[in-house]
């Protein structure tokens, strides 16, 4: 069952459908389009735990306050509460597994780290990284391994437990953001490669998707695509373009951030067999200026919550659940390269999205996560080449 390509399902599609730009296929709910908001008055003391990290990615908090820290460029740390930094394992050298495709212009390399929901029976962690694949090819990977501190911080019994299909040749939008279900699956998105964005609306290719997967790879059979020909069974939802962060919410909806190319960013509430109709169906401008297609809505593809013009370039994503700001419990943060700020956004009662404003713009540098803490404190991480640091945000 292959999806029709961009030119098809433009020319299938009555000029009608503009009329009914704005509305989601249900009728009851539209996008809320977002531009730059203002600054969010200071009330918070910004702390520098760690710095002379080199592109770090994503981190992930031990069940004693240490830290578990991806730097894009291969080496995965360990980070203790005092700030000090140790490598693991320097997966751009490594011997023991595919080595990490990572250079200069380039948005591959190592990426997030997460914490197996029963780590502390099993000590599982999983590892995302676009890998060499031959000379000139590389994919993203998913690594299962088991982590622990016995004389020192180490990883073992690497697995791999998921690749990417077909293989790319180039090192742009990989996506890689992995969440825990409540159920134990796991879901991680997977991005376009930027050269290939119509293959984001079809099943037989993993551009542009969401996949679902269980804790050792293998696939659920409640996945929507399980048994259908010519689709991937480990596909979840699918007509994305370059996601940078997901997360599971407390109400236990999955969110979900992705750039667009120079406007037309989201946040995404993930369904389940669902289409987010990139690159068909998008406010995005391109980076011409240009719109990328005319159609803002069709039926039977899905409206983002929240769209993001100029783009803001999201990365991290989290939701805060922490006491020390009780401003912000169950808020939205998402973390942004282009625009050098967090964006903050009121998640409501009713789970729909409120207001907005910008954190952290005084600092002035470019954020590639957020997490908030065990500790209550939220924490950043900051791209400054080799030079970036881990940010631990009080109350002032």
Same mark, same amino acid.
């Given at each position: ?7 098809? %399902? ?19 709910? @539209? ?11 200071? @009330? ?12 770090? #990615? ?29 490598? %693991? ?36 962690? $999983? ?6 694949? =031959? ?7 998913? #690594? ?9 911080? *180490? ?29 134990? @699956? ?49 596909? $979840?939802? $699918? ?43 998008? $406010? ?16 039977? @593809? ?19 659940? =922490?006491?020390?700001?009780?401003? #912000? ?43 908030? =803490? ?19 945000? *009080?109350?002032?």
């Amino acid at each position: 069952m292959r999806i029709a390509s961009l030119a098809l %399902i433009l020319a299938a599609t009555s000029m009608a459908a503009c009329s009914n730009q704005g509305a989601s296929d249900s009728g009851d709910k @539209t996008s809320i389009a977002s531009a730059r908001v203002d600054a969010a008055p200071i @009330t918070y003391a910004v702390e520098t735990l760690t710095e002379g990290l080199d592109h770090p #990615w994503s981190l992930a908090f031990l069940p004693d306050s240490d830290m578990l820290v991806t730097q894009r460029t291969g080496k995965l740390l360990h980070v203790d509460a005092s700030g000090k930094a140790q490598s %693991i394992h320097d997966f751009a050298t490594s011997t023991l597994y595919p080595q990490t495709h990572f250079g200069a212009g380039m948005q591959a390399g190592m990426f997030d780290i997460v914490l197996h929901p029963n780590f502390a029976d099993n000590n599982h962690v $999983y590892l995302s990284y676009a890998a060499k694949q =031959g000379d000139d090819q590389n994919t993203l990977l998913l #690594w299962r391994f088991t982590y622990s501190n016995d004389g020192g911080p *180490k990883i073992t019994n690497g697995q791999q437990i998921w690749a990417a299909k077909p293989l790319r040749i180039r090192g742009n939008h990989y996506g890689a953001r992995i969440v825990f279900l409540a159920d134990g @699956t796991l879901v991680m998105p997977v991005g376009d490669a930027f050269h290939f964005r119509e293959e984001a609306q079809n099943l037989d290719n993993h551009f542009g998707k969401i996949i679902r997967i269980k804790d050792d790879g293998t696939i659920p059979n409640d996945n929507p695509f399980v048994g259908k020909e010519g689709a991937l069974a480990d596909i $979840y939802s $699918y007509g994305h373009r370059n996601p940078q962060g997901i997360l599971l919410a407390a109400d236990g909806r999955i969110l979900e951030n992705e750039h667009g190319p120079a406007g037309g960013d989201e946040i995404n509430d993930i369904k389940s067999g669902k289409n987010y109709g990139w690159p068909a169906v998008t $406010y995005a401008l391109d980076y011409s200026g240009g719109r990328v297609s005319p159609f803002e809505a069709l039926e039977g @593809t899905e409206q983002s919550l929240m769209h993001f013009t100029p783009s803001i370039a999201p990365s991290g994503f989290a939701q805060y659940d =922490g006491e020390a700001f009780p401003d #912000w419990q169950g808020d939205l943060f998402l973390s942004a390269l282009a625009l050098k700020h967090v964006r903050h956004v009121e998640m409501k009662a009713d789970g729909s999205l409120g207001r907005q404003a910008e954190l952290f713009g005084e600092l002035d540098v470019r954020f590639r996560d957020v997490r908030s =803490g065990p500790d209550g404190y939220l924490y950043l991480l900051t791209e400054e080449g080799d030079k970036s640091r881990i940010l631990r945000i *009080k109350p002032k």
